[in-house]
């Protein structure tokens, strides 16, 4: 592995550098033998030192907007025949759930040259593309980052995990005519939250028989459900679904408290239990019919 620059024209630790060469893992059965593409965004762990050297907060704190060992909480869809892609690079560095207009200006010294969505409600709250803040809400910089550290975050992580999720997809529905693709990730534990929450943009992104169909394999292994609220469904849902082409989408959120020591963010012994468990949820979800995935055909009206 060869030694990198960063924007600001200084030789770049070796996490970057490795990010930069593999920024997802791809890890594919087999033989996929279902139209479904699972996908991490979040779950990126590894933290460049210049990165950790211009943030205001320990590691730990940084660590704060991840989603935990999703990972490795999917990884049995392995052996259900589907694949699973996941971001190596963490989401407070770059979020692969947002789209690259949303950018905030404010964040960088320098003209970034790149579209900023300044309208977006995420970059307001300090959550778009290139993060200000970490979840819990802390500030993230010491100071403003060099114009061209947006450019490099985005076309050198962001934008190879979106192609090789693309590529999943085109490569799934080529092979099954349908694709569903399930977007994973963890929320953080809250009084009568439920476990799972299910976001199908209302019904925009996926096919009501299969929204029905993960809630019933969710309840069924005694998990809590509830449909889109408070997450509906991001970046990935909006960008992925085309139903009318037979491509669906479907996020799945699952509370932290099932697995995960939030204040240390290590699993718990619980971990195992519930990896078991989603399997099973999992299976039901994926033995859904591909027939009911694919797009009505248009009706031949008889000549009056």
Not at 73 to 81: H, K, R, T
Not at 127 to 149: F, H, S, T
Not at 244 to 272: C, M, N
Request: aromatic content about 8%; charged content about 25%.
């Amino acid at each position: 592995m060869t030694d990198i620059l960063d924007p600001a024209g200084r030789k770049e630790d070796a996490i970057l550098a490795a990010l930069q060469d593999a920024p997802f893992a791809i890890r594919r059965p087999d033989a996929q033998t279902i139209p479904f593409v699972f996908a991490s965004p979040h779950s990126g762990r590894a933290y460049p030192a210049g990165f950790v050297a211009q943030s205001r907060l320990s590691a730990l704190s940084l660590r704060r907007s991840e989603d935990a060992f999703i990972d490795e909480l999917f990884a049995p869809v392995l052996s259900l025949g589907a694949p699973l892609i996941a971001a190596n690079f963490p989401r407070a560095f770059v979020d692969a759930n947002r789209n690259p207009s949303e950018l905030d200006p404010a964040m960088f010294d320098g003209s970034l040259g790149l579209p900023a969505d300044m309208a977006s409600p995420r970059v307001a709250a300090g959550l778009g593309v290139i993060p200000r803040i970490v979840r819990d809400g802390a500030e993230i910089y010491r100071g403003k980052l060099p114009a061209e550290e947006a450019r490099m975050r985005l076309d050198r992580l962001y934008r190879p995990y979106h192609e090789a999720l693309a590529a999943l997809v085109e490569e799934t529905r080529a092979r099954f005519g349908v694709c569903v693709v399930v977007d994973c990730h963890s929320m953080p534990a809250a009084a009568a939250a439920p476990d799972i929450v299910l976001g199908d943009r209302y019904g925009l992104s996926a096919a009501a028989a299969l929204i029905r169909s993960a809630e019933g394999g969710f309840e069924r292994c005694r998990f809590t459900v509830m449909r889109n609220a408070p997450y509906a469904g991001g970046y990935t849902t909006h960008l992925y679904a085309r139903r009318s082409q037979g491509i669906h989408a479907l996020q799945i959120e699952i509370s932290r408290s099932l697995y995960l020591d939030e204040d240390r963010i290590v699993k718990t012994a619980d971990f195992p239990k519930l990896q078991a468990r989603l399997a099973a949820a999992l299976a039901v979800l994926t033995a859904l019919d591909p027939a009911v995935l694919f797009p009505p055909r248009p009706t031949a009206w008889a000549a009056e």
